[in-house]
């Protein structure tokens, strides 16, 4: 599918963007501001640099860094060169980054030293140090050692390519071609890669830009974190197609966001619910005069939390929306005058253009249209279960559909419940915890959480003979797994709930932890 306006791949709408909107900033983190001309000129550097790497269309390239304006450029480099980009969540630890690496079959790593005092190349060397891109690091931020590579040294190498190849390899990028590869949780505890394509990722995000108000001129404030296609395509690509400045926040600190929101003048603003219950706490004594247009996304989101929102935030327009990665994160979005009850009751909104709903028997949500992905990553099994002959997209999300066309996102069919934002597998995080010694089974449930919308309850029987504590394995689950998988609630049980045929009863779980917080 072309876009609609005739740019075909990510790296040639940074040249498209240079040409349309020219000196008006591109992107502006901390010191350095670049203009779109900025932007660029350096994306074409980096492509060059990529290419003179050895990087070839199809490879797969692993980006694990922060929010920055290095991450922008050097994954327009890496689109550039035709290869696959593969973020990675910064949460990960190293054995949840290795599997992504080793399943993607990384041919080199972007990444950074000391984010959140953690050396990832060290992450990774300690985990599984026959990992392939090991090879080949390029560092974004952080000294480097033995082979590694800054990403200026990186960048010097575009001298031995001629410009004019560059060109090229950018402009044989077809819209039909494979972007990148997202890895998403699933219910069989392995993340599977999802394979998004150019030009799908471009028209969905334009018609949900143009839904959420985004307008040249705009200056957006990019909380949600690039590994993920909110950050990522919603957020700075976004920026690119409609003119607006993105302004990267590699860690949400609400003081700085006020900070920056008031110095900048910031007028768009999207982000998970946490964050504007965290900006309405904060805000009292704050100019927060310039916000526009406000998103809230990857939760369902309370009534009350929208009427506050709208209340004392100044926004002009405030949605929100629906959206898997399988189907490049983009099925629908709320009408931006549609009332707070009327948002969270049919919290997923109407369908951008060119997409489908449709209800199945089971009340399964399933979506067709050009937004549906390329598929899993070498796993046509997973591909096929999860899009019919039909080009249906099963989302295993639970839904209805009013007569105007309207979403509601009732369940999960899935297991996955959100936390911050966050996607977690709990399948994935039994696994993981079955590897502390003193743990014999395992099952982890969602429960409500004020702040976070959901956090992880383990129901845990230990090892016979052992001294497992709650305590312990906390403890042992935050050396092991990225934050927001931690349960934040462990029960040690004689036994787990079985059905007949030996599985366990989630629901008893559930139904446990309810009784439980009804007592306190």
Known sequence: MIPERGVR??????????????????????DTRLSFTDLAARAHRATRAAIASGIQPGDRVALWAPNSWEWIVAALGILGAGAWLVPLNTRFK????????????ARALFTVRGFLDTDFPAMLRATQPSL??????????GAPSGDMRSFDDHLTSADAVDPGDATARIESIDA????????????????????????ASLVAFDRWARRFGLRAGDRYVVVNPFFHCFGYKAGWMACLQQGATALPLAVLDVDHLVELITRERVSALPGPPTMFVSLLDAHAASDLSSLRIGFVGAATVAPELLRRIRTE???????????LTESTAMVSITRPDDEP????????????????????????????????????LDDPAATAAAVDDAGWLH????????????????????DIFISGGFNVSPAEVENLLLGHPGVAQVAVVGMPDDRLGEVGAAFVVAREGGTLTADDLTSWAREHLANYKVPRRVELTDALPLNASGKVVKGVLREQLTRSERAT
């Open 313 to 323: 935030l100044p926004f002009e327009a405030l949605t929100t929306g629906y959206g």
């Open 94 to 105: 190293g054995e949840e980054a290795a599997y992504v690496l080793e399943r993607a079959d």
């Open 395 to 414: 989302t295993g999300d639970i839904g209805a559909l009013s007569d105007d066309g309207a979403l509601r996102i009732s369940d999960r069919k899935k």
């Open 132 to 141: 392939r891109c090991l090879d080949a690091v390029v560092l974004l931020d």
């Open 9 to 30: 791949s990510i790296p040639a709408l940074a040249q498209w963007a240079a040409r349309t909107y020219g000196d008006a900033e591109a992107v502006v983190d901390g």
């Open 341 to 376: 009850e009327h948002v969270a009751y049919w919290n997923g909104g109407y369908p951008i253009d060119g997409v489908e709903l449709r209800i199945a028997d089971d009340h399964e949500i399933l979506v067709r249209g050009f937004n549906v992905m390329a598929g899993y």
């Open 176 to 199: 039909d071609d494979v972007s990148d590869v997202i890895f998403t949780s699933g219910t069989t505890g392995r993340p599977k890669g999802v394979m998004l394509r150019h030009g």
